[in-house]
Each structure stands twice: as structure tokens, then as C-alpha cells.
């Protein structure tokens, strides 16, 4: 029997990850699980720079848009999950599999690749009928793209990432511009370019 291809990582990239659940079973069961996965994020951000553009979690899985900067993205990734896996088995005194053992991956290679990913991640609450917009939900990165709340403090997400691509004179400009994309304008209508914009 054939052993699984090992992961290419391009350290220029970001890549699309979805890790579920084992047998898809929930992740997350309350508030507090939810916060310690941004936890041990920001823990394994300190010795493994990366970065997020988006983000999505979900009850029984999540998405993250995300490059990996010095390490490959398989050992960040694996960390998350056993860091996480620990939290959980201890917490809710069970053993064995949290995630599934192999998680998703899918190179995103230019600006619309990026946008579309963006998108996605962010309307599968609404997709999965859990809220009627994608601001309702609060354990993604959609709000945060949009507040100006000096509190949170998630080094490895950058909202230049995403609100980067759009051409408004500032901030608020590329916000309107990323919230018309979301509401499926399209893009040569919605502002959006192939650079970053100055953001004040």
C-alpha cells in the first residue's frame, strides 16, 4: 500500500485548509473552545510566524486562509490540531481523534483566487444556515475586517490581506468595496485591483 504524497508547501502562497472534526463531530461547544483555538493560534504565531486573511470557525470544522512564513505549513497546521486535540480531550475527558487525520489544502495562486476564497469562508455560516449575513456570526474574521476596536489583538491576521486588493482612497472606501464584492458584485464593478491601497 502506497504511502500518502508528502505536502507541498510554496512559502509565497496562501493556501485555502479546512480541518474537520473526526467523524465530523463538533469542534467547538461553547464560547470558550472558540477562544482558546484564537489562543493557541497566537501561541504557535509567536515561535511560527504566519499569516491569516481570512478566517472561519465553524461547529464541526474550520477554514483558514493562511501562508506559512518560515515553517512548512503541514508542522503549523499540526500544531494547531494537537495543541487544540490536548485542550479538548482534557476538557470534555475523552480520548483519542479529535480532527481527522488529513485536513484539506489547496494553493491559491492569484488576487481572484484570493477574493473567491475570502468570500467563501466567510458566507459558510450563512451558507450552512446559521445567520442571515455574514457580520451575525462571531467566530470568523468578517467583523473584525471592518472594526476599528484596538482590544483585539490577533498579530497574525492582517486585514490588508483582503481589503488590500480593492482601490478606495482609505480604509472605509475599501471596506464598502469588499462588502459590494461579498453581495456578489462584480469585481471590475467593486473597485478591486492588483495592488495594495494606503490604508489611514
Not at 105 to 131: C, F, T
Request: aromatic fraction near 16%; include cysteine.
Amino acid at each position: 500500500m502506497l504511502g500518502r504524497k508528502p505536502r507541498i508547501w510554496m512559502p509565497d502562497q496562501f493556501y485555502h485548509i479546512v480541518a474537520r472534526g473526526n467523524r465530523r463531530e463538533p469542534l467547538f461547544h461553547d464560547p470558550g473552545d472558540y477562544h482558546i483555538f484564537c489562543y493557541i493560534m497566537k501561541q504557535v504565531y509567536l515561535n511560527n510566524a504566519f499569516e491569516l486573511a481570512s478566517f472561519c470557525l465553524m461547529t464541526n470544522h474550520y477554514h483558514l486562509q493562511i501562508r506559512s512564513v518560515d515553517q512548512p505549513l503541514s508542522k503549523v497546521i499540526g500544531l494547531f490540531n494537537k495543541r487544540y486535540a490536548d485542550y479538548y480531550n482534557t476538557k470534555y475527558s475523552v480520548t483519542g481523534h479529535v480532527f481527522e487525520k488529513r485536513y484539506f489544502d489547496s494553493v491559491i495562486l492569484d488576487k481572484e483566487g484570493m477574493l473567491k476564497v475570502s468570500r467563501y469562508i466567510h458566507m459558510n455560516p450563512v451558507e450552512a444556515g446559521m445567520v442571515d449575513i455574514p457580520e451575525q456570526y462571531p467566530y470568523s474574521s468578517y467583523q473584525t475586517m471592518f472594526s476599528d476596536d484596538k482590544r483585539i489583538t490577533m498579530p497574525y491576521f492582517d486585514v490588508k490581506l483582503i481589503l488590500g486588493y480593492f482601490s478606495g482612497n482609505n480604509r472605509i472606501e475599501n471596506v464598502q468595496a469588499y462588502r459590494a464584492y461579498m453581495d456578489g458584485v462584480e469585481l471590475e464593478n467593486s473597485g478591486a485591483c492588483g495592488h495594495f491601497s494606503d490604508f489611514v
